[in-house]
């Protein structure tokens, strides 16, 4: 009798500790919360569980942080994330194009949830805070998440009135102005706009520029008790000169067997500032967001989203991509060829170079559905998430080239070429369609105080249909059989784990997840690739999370290890299939970061993560045991920051990058690199704000971004922003 008892009253114990912690936390990403740098809660409704409880690496770079590093873009504010490192797309940066982990995250942008497709540079003037879930997540989010997706959190109305104005000045050169207003009009309805308003240059480097205007409304109404429906739009335009960067040359020219950046000063600009064909990148983006939100009760919520994307981008721009066979010696006639080794750049010229027009539209309608319920079976306390996605998307591609143009100098290029060269004809359009059906459920059960397990799994179905059409005979005109490409994919993915709770503030956790990578991720198929299954992605990842200082301070640590099968790779053959799945190809490290406050007036973000990449498997076998493109072994960075008074502060940053491939060949490389920046802020009156930032203190060349092809876009130089903000 005791022991049935005794069995009873620990049922009874364990279902009141359940219950006390099932209820589902209300999630403030309106800009309400209090400053800092630490983050406990993920803005994403399907992740309802907090951060230290969730078995998976997560880095959130809070609007606080932001504020104090000046950022104006996501790029800018993922610096503070070791493991993401940057790619320069064709026609330059291409908008914001990562690797996570070793892998590319071009297609694993979410807005509040949904996946944003767009090739665009993402503003944070609309932007609350940045998240960063690291390892496969396809259980959520789908097709992709190799590495970990990328999520932004939009500015929506608040609680309360607020006005927020910011004014800065740089000598980059540049301003920059953003206006936030909050309004809460009744009980049941509240509003808010952000605008923007931009012109700025990028320092030590010549021409490059960027002028960019945005504008975010957004209502929120309550229609009852427990209903309430959000409606907001972004618009973004970009009027630039984009930045293709600094080409490689092959390691004889450094009397190495490893090429690297031509060796000519940080601000050498080989694009076209004038004439005719001068380059320029113009972007419009259109996002419409219809969010309804039902609590059912106060463990029981429901949330439909309804979204519609538009983003065009229109470019042109001049490539100094080369080989042995387009350098020669000056005058015209000299001997071809690669510079030897300490060569003067000045007495080489690159002809037949890569100069295009490229117009790019994406588009997506997406309506998708989440239910979080949080419920008790026994002593068993369950936090479910299950929901569907339907979704169509549509990507229209012309291409231009532009040939004739004057040969460029090397050493000292013109932007102002005598003969700019003749656009010929646009000729053909690539159309794509897709179409994505998804379901997924997820539980993360509670057993007593210290145990929780976690499981989810999610369908997709995924198709994509593409031709190439003439714009003169309005046929279709694909070069090989089949002239319609076709790519049909199903995948299961999945996601299972286990936490230990040591202490209330505390876990240790494992996890095991995967993802997947249809022959048509992008959407657009290349012709071979239509016929072959996902690539299969799988990571096991062990990690611990500890809240210390009465929670104020979050120290985490994980070991993961990626792997990644079937990855395709060119025949290089027109024969088809041209294309096969055999490449195995693995990520394996262990990183630790830190964030919060250190005492009352010390904020602190700081991380290192360690990876080693591998080619394990290769029909190229001269790159099996080779490291992944733009996959630095090393990456750490910090920001701080320490109020000397209730008025005053004064912080900093360090940023290391190792050294990174430009693809797997290993044959160009990029060298490691420190930034170094620092910030001042002033509280002049209650409502007034000055703040100075100095960013690459030592001005040091850094070449953030690489392509496979061969170049490397520099980062910025030495330069000064000072801002004022006005607040009430």
Do not use: C
Request: glycine share 10%; charged share 15%.
């Amino acid at each position: 009798m005791r022991t049935a008892v005794s069995i009873a009253s620990l049922m009874a114990a364990s279902a009141a500790t359940a219950q006390e912690s099932l209820q589902l936390p209300t999630i403030d990403v309106s800009g309400e919360q209090a400053g800092g740098y630490q983050a406990t809660q993920s803005s994403l409704v399907r992740l309802p569980t907090a951060i230290r409880d969730t078995p998976q690496t997560i880095n959130v770079i809070t609007e606080k942080l932001i504020q104090d590093q000046g950022a104006t873009s996501v790029v800018e504010t993922l610096r503070n994330v070791p493991g993401i490192t940057f790619n320069a797309g064709e026609g330059g940066t291409q908008g914001d194009n990562i690797n996570i982990r070793g892998y590319t995250a071009r297609n694993d942008f979410y807005r509040d949830g949904v996946r944003d497709p767009g090739w665009y540079t993402r503003d944070v003037f609309s932007i609350q805070q940045v998240e960063v879930l690291k390892g496969p997540s396809s259980f959520l989010f789908g097709r992709g998440s190799t590495g970990g997706v990328v999520n932004v959190t939009s500015k929506l109305p608040g609680e309360r009135d607020r006005v927020d104005i910011e004014g800065m000045a740089s000598n980059a050169p540049g301003a920059r102005v953003t206006a936030d207003f909050n309004k809460v009009w009744n009980e049941n309805v509240a509003t808010r706009l952000v605008v923007l308003g931009t012109k700025t240059g990028v320092a030590g480097r010549d021409g490059t520029e960027t002028k960019r205007q945005g504008v975010a409304p957004s209502v929120a109404v309550k229609l009852g008790e427990s209903t309430k429906a959000t409606l907001s739009y972004l618009y973004q335009h970009d009027n630039n000169i984009p930045d293709y960067g600094i080409p490689m040359l092959p390691g004889s020219y450094f009397g190495s067997t490893v090429g690297g950046p031509m060796p000519v000063p940080r601000n050498t600009f080989y694009q076209v500032l004038g004439g005719p064909l001068a380059d320029y990148e113009k972007v419009n983006v259109n996002i419409g967001t219809l969010k309804l939100e039902h609590e059912f009760t106060n463990d029981i919520k429901l949330t439909n989203v309804t979204r519609y994307t538009d983003v065009n981008r229109d470019t042109r721009v001049r490539g100094v991509q080369f080989s042995a066979t387009n350098i020669f010696n000056a005058p015209v006639g000299g001997v071809a060829g690669y510079p030897p080794q300490g060569a003067n750049l000045n007495n080489y010229w690159v002809a037949n170079t890569n100069h295009f027009q490229n117009n790019t539209i994406n588009k997506q309608l997406t309506n998708q559905t989440d239910l979080v319920a949080k419920f008790n079976t026994g002593f068993l306390g369950h936090t479910v998430a299950a929901g569907m996605e339907l979704s169509r998307e549509q990507r229209d591609h012309y291409r231009t080239n532009i040939t004739g143009d004057s040969r460029v100098n090397l050493g000292s290029p013109s932007p102002y070429p005598a003969n700019p060269g003749v656009l010929a004809p646009t000729t053909a359009l690539t159309s794509t369609e897709a179409t994505t059906t998804g379901i997924y459920a997820a539980d993360q059960i509670k057993i007593g105080k210290y145990f929780e397990i976690l499981g989810g799994l999610r369908y997709d179905w995924f198709r994509s249909s593409q031709d190439t059409w003439s714009l003169q005979t309005g046929t279709n005109i694909a070069t090989a059989a089949p002239t319609t490409l076709n790519s049909n994919s199903e995948f299961l993915s999945y996601r299972v784990g286990a936490v230990f709770h040591p202490t209330e503030n505390s876990s240790i956790y494992y996890m095991r997840g995967t993802s997947a990578n249809p022959p048509a991720e992008f959407v657009t198929i290349t012709n071979g690739q239509q016929s072959l299954d996902p690539v299969q992605n799988t990571t096991d990842e062990v990690g611990v999370k500890v809240d210390v200082l009465q929670q104020r301070l979050s120290l985490t640590g994980a070991l993961f290890r990626t792997t990644q099968k079937n990855a395709y790779e060119n025949l290089g053959t027109n024969a088809l299939p041209n294309y096969v799945a055999v490449g195995t190809t693995r990520v394996q490290g262990f990183e630790v970061g830190v964030v919060g406050r250190i005492t009352r007036e010390w904020n602190v973000m700081a991380g290192y993560t360690y990876l080693d990449s591998e080619v394990v498997d290769s029909i190229t076998t001269a790159n099996i045991g080779h490291r992944l493109a733009n996959t630095p072994t090393n990456s750490g960075s910090i920001y701080t920051t320490y109020d000397v008074t209730d008025k005053w502060t004064v912080g900093g940053g360090a940023f290391y990058v190792g050294d990174r491939y430009t693809s797997v060949a290993n044959t160009f490389m990029a060298p490691a690199y420190w930034r170094f920046d620092a910030m001042t802020s002033y509280q002049v009156t209650k409502n007034f704000t000055l703040q100075l930032n100095v960013y690459n203190l030592a001005n040091t060349t850094n070449y953030e971004s690489l392509a496979g092809a061969g170049w490397v876009v520099p980062g910025v130089g030495r330069y000064v922003s000072l801002t004022g903000r006005y607040q009430w």
